[in-house]
């Protein structure tokens, strides 16, 4: 890497200040790092809505599409109207399941991080 890599300029003070004894080592603490917060905020995202709703996405998402079709209510949303109820349990099914998803993925970022740690 050259000077001006920017790369290199981040990694340069964590080499400088002791930190990590290498490159390598600086990019996989970070690394690491920012996989690590990301799987919590995806994790505390789909736990909220789990603790919210006391089921499980793909339950939600078939009491969402029962609420649509006015076969069923989400005792959680009880209180709003109808449009609002409906509005409110299709942002939270679609903001759930894109957590889900997302968790899903980092969790198989940390997964293939902890084999390049280990080899």
């Not at 890599?5 to 790092?33: M, N, Q, Y």
């Not at 599409?65 to 109820?85: F, M, N, P, Q, W």
């Amino acid at each position: 890497m050259n000077e001006t890599d920017p790369v290199k300029k981040i990694l340069t003070p964590f080499l400088t200040h002791g930190i990590c004894r290498s490159e390598a080592e600086a990019l996989h603490l970070l690394a690491h790092g920012y996989v690590q917060h990301q799987v919590k905020r995806y994790a505390d995202r789909a736990e909220h809505f789990r603790s919210l709703y006391q089921i499980s996405v793909d339950q939600f998402a078939r009491q969402v599409a029962a609420l649509c079709e006015g076969t069923e209510e989400i005792s959680v949303l009880k209180d709003l109207d109808r449009h609002t109820r409906i509005m409110q349990a299709e942002d939270d099914l679609e903001e759930w399941q894109a957590a889900e998803e997302f968790l899903d993925r980092w969790r198989a970022v940390e997964a293939d991080l902890q084999h390049v740690a280990a080899a």
